[in-house]
C-alpha cells in the first residue's frame, strides 16, 4: 500500500539489548515524526525530521535514543541499552510538509523483558 | 504537566446519538488543533482538524467547536455508530514542525 510502513510490528527483547526500529514513510512526503505510545499515556514527541534540515530532538527522553533519516525518506529510531520503562508502541507520521496532516503507520510494539 | 487535557477519559453512547469529547490547551502558541481516531492495534488517523481563525468545522458527522478565549475545542459526532467505537485523541501543534502535542484520549463505545 502507498502508506507509511513500520517494521517489526513487534519486538521482544531483553533488558540491555539495542533495537532498531524502521519507519518507510510515504513517497514524497518531506517531513518525519517518530511518537512513543505508552498505555494510558497517549502520544509524546520524540523527533522531527524536515528535508535537510537539522532535526528536532527535543523530544528524546534519553542519550540513550536517537534516530537517522537516510536519503530523505528511510528512517531508524535506535534504543540503546535498553530499559524496561521503554516498553511502549513506537509511531512513525510523516507528511508533505511540516504544516500538512500527519499520517501514521501502524507502530512496533516494544516490549523488554 | 499535560499541556492538552482530554475529557471524558470514557464515554458511552447508544447508537444514533451524540458524542461530544471536549478537550483544553494551555499554550496560546498552539495554532492548529487536529482530531484522531485509533482503533486497536492501529496508528492514528486523522479525523478532522481546525485552525484558531475559525469558530466550527464539519466534515460529515463530525464537527469540531473551538473557543479560543477560553482554549477550549471539543468533537461531536452526531448520529453515532457502533462503528465509531474507538479512541479519540486531540492534540495541538504551533512552530515549524508541528510537532504534536496529544490529550489522553478517550474510549468511546457505541451500544447497537
Known amino acids: 500500500g502507498a502508506g507509511v510502513s513500520q517494521s517489526p510490528s513487534n519486538k521482544v527483547t531483553e533488558k540491555g539489548k539495542d533495537v532498531e526500529l524502521r519507519c518507510d514513510p510515504i513517497?514524497?512526503?518531506?517531513?518525519l515524526y517518530w511518537y512513543r505510545q505508552s498505555l494510558g499515556q497517549g502520544l509524546e514527541f520524540l523527533i522531527y525530521?524536515?528535508?535537510?534540515?537539522?532535526?528536532?530532538k527535543s523530544g528524546l527522553p534519553s542519550d540513550r535514543f536517537s534516530a537517522e533519516r537516510t536519503g530523505g525518506s528511510v528512517s531508524t529510531l535506535t534504543i540503546q541499552r535498553t530499559q524496561q520503562e521503554d516498553s511502549a508502541v513506537y509511531l512513525c507520521?510523516?507528511?508533505?510538509?511540516?504544516?500538512?496532516?500527519?499520517?501514521f503507520g501502524d507502530g512496533t510494539r516494544l516490549s523488554i523483558l | 504537566q499535560q499541556q492538552v487535557k482530554q475529557s471524558p477519559q470514557s464515554l458511552i453512547v447508544q447508537k444514533g446519538g451524540i458524542s461530544i469529547i471536549n478537550c483544553a490547551y494551555e499554550?496560546?502558541?498552539?495554532?492548529?488543533f487536529p482530531w484522531y481516531q485509533q482503533f486497536p492495534g492501529k496508528g492514528p488517523a486523522l479525523l478532522i482538524a481546525?485552525?484558531?481563525d475559525v469558530s466550527e468545522k464539519k466534515e460529515g458527522r463530525f464537527t469540531i467547536s473551538f473557543n479560543k478565549s477560553a482554549k477550549q475545542f471539543s468533537l461531536h459526532i452526531m448520529d453515532s455508530q457502533p462503528g465509531d467505537s474507538a479512541t479519540y485523541f486531540c492534540?495541538?501543534?504551533?512552530?515549524?514542525?508541528?510537532?504534536?502535542?496529544w490529550g489522553l484520549g478517550t474510549s468511546l463505545a457505541v451500544n447497537p
Open positions: 499554550n496560546t502558541a498552539f495554532d492548529y
Open positions: 525530521f524536515q528535508g535537510n534540515s537539522a532535526p528536532d
Open positions: 513517497s514524497g512526503h518531506t517531513a
Open positions: 481546525i485552525r484558531p
Open positions: 492534540a495541538a501543534g504551533a512552530g515549524n514542525n508541528r510537532k504534536l502535542i
Open positions: 507520521a510523516s507528511s508533505l510538509a511540516y504544516n500538512q496532516p500527519q499520517h
